[in-house]
């Protein structure tokens, strides 16, 4: 393979990676906020999230072959899994292995649930909250197809995409906080300290 095909396929790769991974957290909004994908059953968003944050990881892994494998730029494995020790574009790159980093952290929690417990395999999962931007950072900071027009749209259309999930989940969140405190007020057996006479 020439270096030049494996520029492509790293090119070409980082855009899918993105988009795979925006919609990996579109659906991870969905499955938490108990959204029916129409046509799917109500587990069918939960295998979908599963199933599509395995093949996004597949692609980041032929992403980051690409690029080490392709000699014209030096790019080493330890670039790619230690963050800004590269000589080559040391930030752009080292934002593109944080989150790596952060992407892998929640994928082997997540293979590992049943044995870490809930409460730790979520903490870890709120990293993919922080992982999506830093990768988009990193896209936009080291591509070469930063500034045209078709990475222009589907920048914008995933940035647009998640900002409008992650509005729709702070919204419910707030709304059952609202609830939360009304509904336990009326639960005589459960009285709210300040409800105490
Ligand atoms: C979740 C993690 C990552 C995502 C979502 C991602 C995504 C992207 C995107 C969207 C681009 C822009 C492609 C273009 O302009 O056509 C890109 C470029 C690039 N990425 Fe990543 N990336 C990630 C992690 C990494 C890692 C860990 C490395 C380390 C080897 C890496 C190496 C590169 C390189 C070298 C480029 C520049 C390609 C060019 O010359 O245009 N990426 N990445």
Redesign the pocket.
Known sequence: MTSETL?YA???T??V??IL?TVVVLLGIAVRLRTKIPGLPRFGTVSLHRTLSLSATVF?VL??AA??IDGY?D?TLL??VVPFVSD??PLW?GL??V??DL?LAVLVTSLLRARLGHRTWRAVHWLAYA?WPI??V??IG?????GADW?TWLTVSCVAAVLAAFGIRTAHAARAARRTPTALLRTPERPLEGARS
């Open positions: 520029w790293n090119r070409a980082g855009a990676c993105l991974f980041l992403h980051i690029a080490v730029v790019i670039d790619a080559y574009q790159l593109g292995t989150a790596f992407m992982s990768a988009l990193h896209g080291i591509g070469t197809d930063t990475m």
